[in-house]
């Protein structure tokens, strides 16, 4: 199994360790330490010696950050987590608190008076980030203050860091050479005057060099730092226990290798114009360009976008056939599965670990799966409430009847990374169980549907999403989309469908369409298709070119919940040809129950 379901943390623990890091404030003398989820590549997934959050607080969400302050301790989660992190830290000890509504800023400045110094490690901060709080934090009279990290003083049994081995990615899987990337990328840097650029985001290093590594769960890469130079040529700063002959062989004599401790003393020398991404690279690195020892050294900073950002989301054409092939062989093993609830979790006795252990067993029988792509949310009655809910032993329910089950999941192949939400009654659904779902259906509906002009971003085309969800006073606290990467990161930037995105969406993204709804205490709703993003062209009745989605995921939505009533003609429409089209595509890969089953599961929905 890659997933694991044992009690990682326990809010029982949170007292004692916040009284040790409490113990070291003092005698530094320091009224706060900053504690993100976070590490020196600012990536979603952490190596386990990197969960201080986790470890510190209990709260084991993949977004969020503590304030510790000599007499409180603010955690901070987002609308994902409000109804996790309650049953995870110690609510004597820790306080949670809403964000983004209420900024660490202005909370510290609540909490501090003028004269404080609250410390952070420069290795886990943005320098973007650290220059936000400043802004609000120097008026108060309150000081940020560089420091070594104070958690991992007090955490004695700190797991080491990672050194799973590194290996070359496939051209046949990549569509491009590291090479021609380079050179590409290369180009970039000479037009924006940039003698280097200190690149951060393992992900950006992954897919410029074709490799893939295993130091993080669920996301093939390996962590470690990186410079680019004009002409193509690039310094890879690495444990040297990841490396080996193949990956020598497969990167070449331009790729120059060094230990990752070197990276210091070659950030400190080098010279001219040097860019680095203020939203993501860490202080750290900021810090070791602008400071040296010599007196003579001329680098200057630039602030400057990772340029293989861009680059990583608009996938080409091999990256897109692989996503498509990758999610027709996950489909299968969605359809035996779902097949498989139908037939036994109304039986009593199954468990939300069950299911997930059921579903992963057949991405493993059916597929070529490396691993999940993110720890399945196998999710059941008042734990589907919980948007990002992780199972493990002390969670884990059994599953009622009649019930909802929510379970959102996905592989990682070599030839792409999928991703899926599929919600399932277990019994006869109520009616408001089916008139939410059906208003969850028409929003994802909408955004399959959609066309809009070049330039527009995520926050112009969120709202299609909740309209439905809006007219009868319903919304749901998450983003409706986020951009999903080739055997790369299932949560991918710079692109996402929410508010809060000004990026502007464009042909060749892959992008998740995944509105929901969750009744606190009851159940939880969520439908999720992948989405690849169309060149635009010209609607046979317009004059103006404009962008759409293709859907690549082929999974049967279920019928028994969906009111034909709350239907227009166009969304009947769509949701009978998705079925039909889900038929023709899986229907000459299966066979006897299998093939019954899902011949049922798309007969149309009628009025």
């Given amino acids: 199994m890659f997933q694991n379901f044992t009690v990682t943390s326990s809010p029982e623990t949170g007292a004692a360790r916040l009284a040790k890091l409490r113990d070291v404030l003092k005698a530094k003398g320091f009224d706060g330490f900053l504690v993100p989820r976070a590490d020196a590549h600012q990536g979603e997934n952490v190596a386990p010696c990197d969960e201080r959050l986790a470890w510190l607080t209990g709260f084991t969400g993949s977004a969020g950050s503590c304030a510790v302050l000599i007499h409180k301790a603010g955690v901070f989660i987002d609308g994902r987590y409000r109804i996790q992190v309650k049953s995870q830290i110690d609510l004597a000890c820790y306080t949670p608190v809403h964000w983004p509504e209420t900024k660490v800023a202005d909370w510290l400045v609540e909490n501090l008076p003028k004269g404080g110094v609250v410390a952070f490690d420069p290795m886990l901060h943005s320098y973007d980030e650290i220059e936000t709080l400043s802004k609000t934090l120097d008026p108060a009279g309150i000081k940020l203050h560089r420091s070594e990290n104070l958690v991992d003083q007090i955490w004695a049994d700190q797991p080491k860091p990672p050194q799973a081995g590194i290996t070359p990615y496939p051209i046949e899987f990549s569509g491009l050479g590291s090479n021609e990337k380079r050179a590409d990328i290369a180009r970039s840097l000479v037009q924006n005057n940039l003698d280097a650029f200190v690149l951060t985001l393992p992900e950006s290093i992954a897919w410029l060099l074709n490799i893939r590594g295993n130091d993080v769960a669920n996301t093939p890469v390996a962590l470690c730092f990186a410079v680019l130079k004009p002409d193509a040529s690039l310094d890879l700063f690495v444990d040297p226990a990841k490396v080996n002959p193949a990956l020598i062989d497969h990167l070449g004599p331009e790729i120059s290798l060094h230990d990752s401790p070197d990276l210091k003393g070659f950030l400190q020398s080098m010279t001219g114009n040097i860019g680095v991404d203020r939203m993501t690279a860490p202080v750290w690195v900021s810090d070791r360009i602008t400071h040296s020892d010599s007196a003579t050294k001329t680098a200057k900073r630039v602030w400057f976008d990772d340029p293989c950002i861009l680059p990583k989301a608009c996938k080409n054409p091999t990256e897109l056939a692989g996503a498509r092939s990758a999610h027709l062989r996950d489909a299968v093993a969605m359809v035996e599965f779902l097949r498989w609830v139908d037939e036994t979790v109304p039986q009593a006795g199954i468990t939300e670990i069950d299911v997930a252990k059921k579903l992963e067993s057949l991405r493993q ?54 991703d899926i939400t599929r919600t399932i009654p277990i019994g006869p659904p109520s009616e408001d169980m089916c008139k939410m779902f059906t208003l969850v259906l028409k929003g994802m509906i909408s955004i399959s549907m959609l066309r809009w002009p070049e ?153």
């Fill in 455 to 607: 330039g527009r971003a995520g926050r112009d085309i969120d709202a299609f999403a909740r309209a439905a969800l809006w007219q009868q006073g319903f919304d749901y606290d998450h983003g409706t989309g986020h951009g999903v990467g080739a055997y790369l990161g299932v949560h991918e930037g710079p692109a996402r469908i929410s508010s809060q995105s000004d990026v502007p969406i464009l042909p060749g993204m892959i992008l998740s369409n995944e509105p929901g709804y969750y009744r606190e205490n009851q159940w939880g709703i969520r439908i999720e298709n992948l989405l690849i993003v169309l060149p635009p062209d010209i609607p046979a009745s317009g004059d103006r070119k404009m962008l759409g989605f293709e859907t690549i995921t082929w999974v049967p939505i279920d019928r028994r919940l969906i009111e034909p009533k709350l239907l227009n003609a166009a969304e009947l429409n769509w949701i009978n040809t998705y079925h039909q089209q889900v038929l023709e595509k899986l229907g000459p890969m299966l066979a006897g129950k299998t093939l019954a089953w899902l011949q049922a599961a798309c007969q149309p929905v009628a009025l």
């Fill in 365 to 418: 029988k059916t597929n070529a799966l490396r691993d999940i792509s993110f720890e399945t949310i196998s999710a059941s009655g008042p734990n589907g409430a919980i948007c990002h809910y992780r199972v493990d032993e002390d969670s884990n329910r059994i599953i009622n009847n009649p019930d909802l089950l929510l379970v959102d999941s996905g592989g990682q192949y070599l030839d792409g990374t999928t």
